[in-house]
């Protein structure tokens, strides 16, 4: 019997699942599999591990859940704590594979892993899609990413007259009891990940688990249960609980829910409860989030480089006593430290609280932003490759932003933490 395989890595859902889809449609059995990569949980060139507890612990959670859901669609998931250029070899003889379905991916490591396995074999029948993005690379106005434009307002605007977004697929139906296989495979614990176990801190700002039924309840609190939706821009910028944002990255970032399902939820938002800046501005995000992919597309490995998209040449200082400093909240300002501290202590951080611990560590410190961006892939739950160093490169003074700003930090903790009510949580003393 031909077998479709569906490897999973940043797609971790089954609906709206473009690879799981077309596999299903190939007509083949179709099995599935999820590589816990060692390589992405050792220690990079700065000393920090690729993938920390709280991302780790996140990613554990959305996989059970995925198990789980293809299982309900009489589909296995073959599961490792190994190298998919070690495994996919061996299963691809054992069951019978001829094809393979995968999400495109064009990042250094990623890419690299892809293709050191299509050459060792050279027989299976490849299908990679897009399919992490708002708006697919067909339909966006610049069909040679060469052309994409260096600043974000004029890439919006245009795809906002000339995009569309896609509408998600239809829901696949269970297959006959036949499709499944013997799996006896497991999902490694953090220990065998070479992780530390950790209890959730109750400050957290992001106490929710991973998974795509988790993902969907979010939206159904975040949208209909509370309608904060309908006040996002306002509060956006907020730093302490839950519902100031939409807390919807982490999901985003592994998969386990698609922009496009946001955007549908958040056009049925608008057509029954309310359609205002608010809603809008969540779309706005999608966007920029889209923004960084394309950016990454066009600028390939450039944006791992110090010099960034734009070639500078500044003068990177590398202190090791500066990065514990800033690490384990030691700096001469308050706001800087109470958010590097909520991030070593919950893996979460703000955006409002990631602009001004960059700027201060690129801008006022002239540190090698590269050693930052390292050290929010390892730490951050919701890590995405393209936007963590798109926004970095961004803050630096690298990137996409023509204007090089360096944010007024004292300004920023009065203007958006006035009554210290965030430096105070993770502070844990009155200072104010």
Same mark, same amino acid.
Request: aromatic share 16%.
């Given at each position: 019997?031909?077998? @479709?395989?569906?490897?999973?890595?940043?797609? !971790?859902?089954?609906?709206?699942?473009?690879?799981? /889809?077309?596999?299903?449609?190939? %007509?083949?059995?179709?099995?599935?599999?999820?590589?816990?990569?060692?390589?992405?949980?050792?220690?990079? &060139?700065? %000393?920090?591990?690729?993938?920390?507890?709280?991302?780790?612990?996140?990613?554990? +959670?959305?996989?059970?859940?995925?198990?789980?859901?293809?299982?309900? !669609?009489?589909?296995?998931?073959?599961?490792?704590?190994?190298?998919?250029?070690?495994?996919?070899?061996?299963?691809?003889?054992?069951?019978?594979?001829?094809?393979?379905?995968?999400?495109?991916?064009?990042?250094?490591?990623?890419?690299?892993?892809?293709?050191?396995?299509? +050459? $060792?074999?050279?027989?299976?029948?490849?299908?990679?899609?897009?399919?992490?993005?708002?708006?697919?690379?067909?339909?966006?106005?610049?069909?040679?990413?060469?052309?994409?434009?260096?600043?974000?307002?004029?890439?919006?605007? +245009?795809?906002?007259?000339?995009?569309?977004?896609?509408?998600?697929?239809?829901?696949?139906?269970?297959?006959?009891?036949?499709?499944?296989?013997?799996?006896?495979?497991?999902?490694?614990?953090?220990?065998?990940?070479?992780?530390?176990?950790?209890?959730?801190?109750?400050?957290?700002?992001?106490?929710?688990?991973? %998974?795509?039924?988790?993902? $969907? $309840?979010?939206?159904?609190?975040?949208?209909?249960?509370?309608?904060?939706?309908?006040?996002?821009?306002?509060?956006?910028?907020?730093?302490?609980?839950?519902? /100031?944002?939409?807390? !919807?990255?982490?999901?985003?970032?592994?998969? @386990?829910?698609?922009?496009?399902?946001?955007?549908?939820?958040?056009?049925?938002?608008?057509?029954?409860?309310?359609?205002?800046?608010?809603? /809008?501005?969540?779309?706005?995000?999608?966007?920029?989030?889209?923004?960084?992919?394309?950016?990454?597309?066009? /600028?390939?490995?450039?944006? *791992?480089?110090?010099?960034?998209?734009?070639? $500078?040449?500044?003068?990177?200082?590398?202190?090791?006593?500066?990065?514990?400093?800033?690490?384990?909240?030691?700096?001469?300002?308050?706001?800087?430290?109470? #958010?590097?501290?909520?991030?070593?202590?919950?893996?979460?951080?703000?955006?409002? %609280?990631?602009?001004? &611990?960059?700027?201060?560590?690129?801008?006022?410190?002239?540190?090698?932003?590269?050693?930052?961006?390292?050290? *929010?892939?390892?730490?951050?739950?919701?890590?995405?490759?393209?936007? #963590?160093?798109?926004?970095?490169?961004?803050?630096?003074?690298?990137?996409?932003?023509?204007?090089?700003?360096?944010? #007024?930090?004292?300004?920023?903790? +009065?203007?958006?933490?006035?009554?210290?009510?965030?430096?105070? !949580?993770?502070?844990?003393?009155?200072?104010?």
């Amino acid at each position: 019997m031909n077998t @479709s395989l569906v490897w999973f890595k940043n797609d !971790l859902r089954v609906q709206d699942q473009q690879s799981l /889809y077309n596999a299903v449609a190939s %007509g083949n059995r179709v099995i599935a599999l999820y590589c816990f990569e060692p390589a992405f949980f050792k220690e990079d &060139v700065f %000393g920090f591990k690729k993938t920390e507890k709280y991302r780790a612990q996140f990613l554990v +959670e959305t996989i059970l859940e995925l198990k789980n859901s293809l299982l309900s !669609l009489n589909i296995d998931l073959l599961l490792y704590n190994d190298y998919a250029s070690n495994i996919i070899h061996e299963i691809a003889q054992q069951y019978t594979i001829t094809d393979i379905f995968l999400q495109k991916e064009w990042t250094h490591e990623e890419a690299t892993i892809i293709t050191s396995i299509k +050459e $060792k074999n050279p027989t299976l029948t490849w299908h990679e899609t897009y399919d992490q993005f708002l708006f697919h690379p067909e339909d966006i106005p610049y069909q040679a990413f060469e052309k994409l434009p260096n600043v974000f307002t004029t890439f919006r605007k +245009e795809c906002e007259k000339k995009a569309v977004v896609r509408p998600t697929l239809e829901p696949i139906q269970q297959l006959p009891i036949s499709n499944r296989i013997q799996n006896n495979t497991k999902i490694p614990t953090l220990s065998a990940l070479g992780l530390d176990d950790f209890i959730v801190d109750t400050r957290t700002a992001f106490p929710y688990k991973g %998974g795509e039924i988790q993902a $969907k $309840k979010r939206v159904h609190h975040y949208f209909w249960e509370t309608q904060k939706l309908a006040y996002y821009k306002k509060t956006r910028n907020g730093l302490v609980g839950t519902d /100031y944002s939409s807390k !919807l990255s982490p999901w985003l970032a592994n998969g @386990s829910i698609s922009p496009r399902q946001i955007y549908w939820e958040v056009k049925q938002f608008e057509k029954e409860i309310k359609k205002n800046q608010d809603t /809008y501005w969540l779309i706005f995000e999608l966007i920029w989030r889209d923004y960084f992919k394309y950016v990454s597309l066009k /600028y390939g490995n450039a944006i *791992f480089k110090i010099g960034g998209i734009l070639s $500078k040449d500044y003068a990177w200082h590398t202190n090791k006593a500066a990065l514990q400093d800033w690490i384990h909240g030691r700096t001469p300002y308050d706001f800087v430290n109470a #958010n590097m501290i909520e991030l070593r202590e919950t893996g979460w951080m703000s955006n409002r %609280g990631r602009q001004n &611990v960059a700027s201060y560590w690129a801008k006022e410190l002239k540190q090698d932003w590269r050693i930052g961006a390292a050290y *929010f892939e390892s730490m951050l739950i919701d890590y995405d490759v393209h936007s #963590n160093y798109g926004n970095w490169m961004y803050n630096a003074g690298v990137g996409n932003d023509p204007r090089d700003r360096r944010f #007024n930090i004292k300004s920023q903790a +009065e203007r958006y933490d006035p009554q210290g009510k965030f430096r105070k !949580l993770w502070l844990q003393e009155t200072l104010f």
